[in-house]
Each structure stands twice: as C-alpha cells, then as structure tokens.
C-alpha cells in the first residue's frame, strides 16, 4: 500500500506561510483521494483539504482555510502540497497526508492510508 511522507512543518509568525509537502511512494493521482488533515493538542482531527486531480480534478477545503491554505499535487513527483498563507495561530497542529480509494466524496471521510505527520506551530 502507498506510504506517506510528510515534511515543510515549522514555526512560523502569524500572517506568515508555510508549504507542506507529502512524498508518496507510488503514483496516487488515479486511484486515490489525497488530503490533508490537522489535529491540536486537546482536539479531534480534522479535515483541512482535499484533492483528486485526474480528468476533471476536484478540490475541497475545510471553511476555516478557504482562501488562506492551497491544495495540490505534482503527479510527476508523487507529491502532494499544502500551501498555507495568512497564518493564524489557530492553524498551530500536527499536519497529516492522508489518502483513500476512489473519487473524493464526504469531504474527510473514509481515509485510511496516513503519514507520520509534521508540526505547524503559529505565534503571534
């Protein structure tokens, strides 16, 4: 099964960017549904973005981060990016790739396959 490799992660001043990036060991863009998830110490994980690009590709972002944080993929890379402007203090979390089977439907759901995650800290 695919693994995952995520890194970009690290501190960071509020209004401030980070890109994070997510190595996957096999071609993903056809057979999966790729995203990025986020968990803060105390809270649930949650779903921050998500992408499908073959044929007509297909984005979804959490409304938190719509507008501020950019989902896509370099498929000659085998790798997935999160580009995260205007940060706030409340993005500071663990970062993970994540993928699942098929097209992307219910945004956040049915993820099986996950990275090891990469810290985000924010400070104002």
């Known amino acids: 099964q695919v693994r995952l490799v995520e890194s970009g992660g690290g501190s960071v001043q509020a209004g401030g960017s980070l890109r994070l990036s997510c190595v996957a060991s096999?071609?993903?863009?056809?057979?999966?549904?790729m995203g990025w998830f986020r968990q803060a110490p105390g809270k649930e994980r949650e779903a921050v973005a998500e992408?499908?690009?073959?044929?007509?590709?297909?984005?979804a972002y959490a409304n938190s981060v719509k507008g501020r944080f950019t989902i896509s993929q370099d498929n000659a890379k085998n790798t997935l990016y999160l580009q995260m402007n205007s940060l706030k203090d409340e993005d500071s979390a663990m970062y993970y790739c994540?993928?699942?089977?098929?097209?992307?439907?219910?945004?956040?759901?049915?993820?099986?396959?996950w990275g090891q995650g990469t810290q985000v800290i924010v400070s104002s």
């Open positions: 096999e071609y993903t863009n056809i057979r999966y549904c």
């Open positions: 994540a993928a699942r089977p098929g097209i992307c439907v219910d945004f956040g759901l049915r993820y099986n396959l």
């Open positions: 992408i499908r690009s073959y044929g007509t590709t297909q984005y």
